[in-house]
């Protein structure tokens, strides 16, 4: 599966966007300025991610490289 395709599957789940992802990232605190806090970990963002919107962890991996900025 493309990382797109993970991307779509999500926004198709949540109906959330990669965007939206950024802002509620910025907000929790996560992120600042675009950037991972470096103080935060991975398992912080994906557990926030499968409690929150029910992702899989292969999902909710997609969204922390789309903070981490691995993909865009």
């Keep these: 599966m493309s990382?797109?395709?993970y991307l779509d599957n999500i926004q198709?789940?949540?109906g959330k966007s990669p965007s939206d992802?950024?802002?509620m990232a910025e907000a929790k605190g996560?992120?600042?300025n675009g950037k991972?806090?470096?103080d935060?970990?991975?398992t912080q963002i994906t557990n926030w991610l499968k409690e929150?919107?029910?992702l899989g962890h292969g999902h909710a991996m997609a969204i922390y490289a789309l903070l981490k900025g691995?993909?865009?």
């Design 3 to 5: 990382f797109q395709a």
């Design 12 to 14: 198709a789940k949540t």
């Design 21 to 23: 992802f950024k802002e």
């Design 30 to 32: 996560f992120t600042e």
């Design 36 to 38: 991972i806090k470096s």
């Design 40 to 42: 935060v970990k991975a």
């Design 52 to 54: 929150e919107f029910g």
């Design 70 to 72: 691995k993909k865009e």
